[in-house]
Nanobody, 120 residues
Framework: QVQLVESGGGLVQAGGSLRLSCVASGTIFSINDMAWYRQAPGKQRELVATITRRGTPNYADSVNGRFTISRDNAKNTVTLQMNTLKPEDTAVYFC??????????????WGQGTLVTVSS
């Protein structure tokens, strides 16, 4: 009933930029926090950035100053602008959202992931 779909991943050279987008659809009353996670091969999934309903962001130290998270509540979207990319940013990036489906129910929704590869 709730789906998140990411887009924008690809191959980029170190120092380059990419912009990831995520669109939520389905049974949605409202969306609280949204976030981007990433998982590199053989590594645990880690939190990259979060953003509150009102747009207050928070970033992992490893991306702070290089990445920018934003959202559009009217469109149920969240984006991640990634600048000055490094090879260590290579990972599958996942969109996450805490979706309120009714006045008393919620769903912790995840996208399918989009691959970002940064070459040296």
């Amino acid at each position: 009933q709730v789906q998140l779909v990411e887009s924008g991943g690809g191959l980029v050279q170190a120092g380059g930029s990419l912009r990831l987008s995520c669109v939520a659809s389905g049974t949605i009353f409202s969306i609280n926090d949204m976030a981007w996670y990433r998982q590199a091969p053989g590594k645990q999934r880690e939190l990259v950035a979060t953003i509150t309903r009102r747009g207050t962001p928070n970033y992992a130290d490893s991306v702070n100053g290089r990445f920018t998270i934003s959202r559009d509540n009217a469109k149920n979207t969240v984006t991640l602008q990634m600048n000055t990319l490094k090879p260590e940013d290579t990972a599958v990036y996942f969109c996450n959202a805490n979706v309120i489906t009714t006045g008393w129910n919620f769903r912790d929704a995840w996208g399918q992931g989009t691959l970002v590869t940064v070459s040296s």
